[in-house]
């Protein structure tokens, strides 16, 4: 079953933060964060195993709550790089295959 | 790091004709997905290869079918095409596990 993104989009100016959530109603083993920008290839933004850890690098990090089986994406001081659509693609455990949210999204003004 | 390539780019077909479309792996995965996304939706899971052998299938029709060859390259193949085939055909390449996809910047796909 296809993870729940929300929100669907996001308007933000330049130096606001954001926070993406992705739900599951299955148990995950693990949840990946993935960034498309229009025509180009999804990109690797990071992927959190179950065990409730947090990651994050520069300005973009990740949470995962193994418990509810959900994950939050969380931008801080976004510039105009940041604009796209995210993805939160969710992993079973014995399963190597994702399944994707249908995204959200986002859109950095100056 | 080559990254992943795919090729065409960009690609029509009558309805009912048969598609190949390839994929070259990142350099040192051995794991290779395809992936379909229709305009506005998430990817969608067709099936995964690891070391030349199908490990897993999303609910694709049997008219889809691949290869992995040893060097890790892929195809995704198609027959009797239809009008709904028409997406982003995205191939992913990845270690087995705990690592992150990369994925190549598609085949567009357009069945006329």
């Known amino acids: 079953q296809q993870p729940v993104q929300s929100p669907q989009a996001v308007i933000l100016r330049e130096g606001e933060d954001a926070v993406i959530n992705c739900s599951s109603s299955?148990?995950?083993?693990?949840v990946h964060w993935y960034r498309q920008k229009h025509g180009e290839a999804p990109v690797f933004l990071m992927i959190?195993?179950?065990?409730?850890e947090q990651k994050g690098h520069d300005k973009i990090s990740a949470s995962f709550n193994e418990k509810k089986q959900q994950s939050s994406l969380y931008l801080t001081a976004s510039q105009l790089s940041y604009s796209g659509t995210y993805f939160c693609?969710?992993?079973?455990?014995?399963?190597?295959?994702?399944?994707f949210g249908s995204g959200t999204r986002l859109q950095v003004q100056p | 790091e080559t990254g992943v390539t795919q090729s065409p780019t960009h690609l029509i077909k009558t309805r009912g004709q048969q598609v190949t479309l390839r994929c070259s792996s990142q350099?040192?995965?051995?794991?290779v997905s395809w992936y379909q996304q229709a305009l506005g939706q998430g990817p969608q899971f067709i099936f995964q290869y690891y070391r030349e052998e199908e490990n897993g299938r999303g609910n694709f029709p049997p008219r889809f079918s691949g290869l992995q060859f040893p060097n890790y390259s892929s195809e995704l193949n198609v027959n009797a095409l239809e009008l709904d085939d028409s997406a982003l055909y995205l191939c992913a390449s990845s270690l087995p596990s705990g690592d992150g996809y990369t994925f190549g910047s598609g085949t567009r796909l357009t069945v006329v």
């Open positions: 693609g969710t992993e079973n455990q014995g399963r190597r295959a994702l399944t």
């Open positions: 350099s040192g995965h051995n794991t």
């Open positions: 299955k148990a995950l083993y693990s």
């Open positions: 959190l195993l179950k065990g409730g």
